[in-house]
């Protein structure tokens, strides 16, 4: 039976990342990595992701910053597309990867610029109906 700090996290993490995608990560989960979906949901999204002491949008600039550090393209999209859900302007992402391109690095930078480009891209086929 689910804690009730694993449905906390549940919910933000779907509001954050989408529904589609954390449907897919439970549901695809196995025996193997199930305990660890489970783990990832109840304490990254419910017990941290859960505090009142950051706001979404800061969580999100936060996540950028580190998974550019890290050099974790796919993770980092995945928040990217995330911050705009939660409500991150352009403008302040521009500004948080010019950040990282002082403190971790310009291949980071780089990389972090090119994946937003491509996600901001998608999004604007996407509105202008170009994704059917």
């Known amino acids: 039976m689910p804690s009730e700090m694993f449905e906390k996290g549940l919910k933000i993490r779907t509001e954050v990342l989408g529904e589609e995608y954390v449907q897919r990560a439970i549901k695809g989960s196995n025996e193997f990595n199930q305990d660890f979906q489970e783990f ?5 999204w419910g017990a941290v992701w859960g505090r009142p002491g950051l706001s979404r949008k800061q969580r999100s600039l936060n996540n950028l910053c580190m998974l550019a550090a890290l050099n974790r393209p796919a993770e980092f999209e995945m928040h ?3 911050a705009l859900r939660n409500g991150c302007s352009v403008e302040e992402i521009k500004e948080t ?5 002082i403190y971790c690095g ?3 930078a780089v990389e972090a610029f090119r994946i937003g480009r491509r ?5 604007e086929a996407a509105e ?3 994704d059917d």
């Open 40 to 44: 990832m949901t109840e304490y990254c």
């Open 80 to 82: 990217f597309r995330g």
């Open 97 to 101: 990867l010019l950040q990282i391109g």
């Open 106 to 108: 310009v291949p980071a």
């Open 119 to 123: 996600v901001m891209d998608e999004l």
């Open 128 to 130: 202008a109906g170009g």
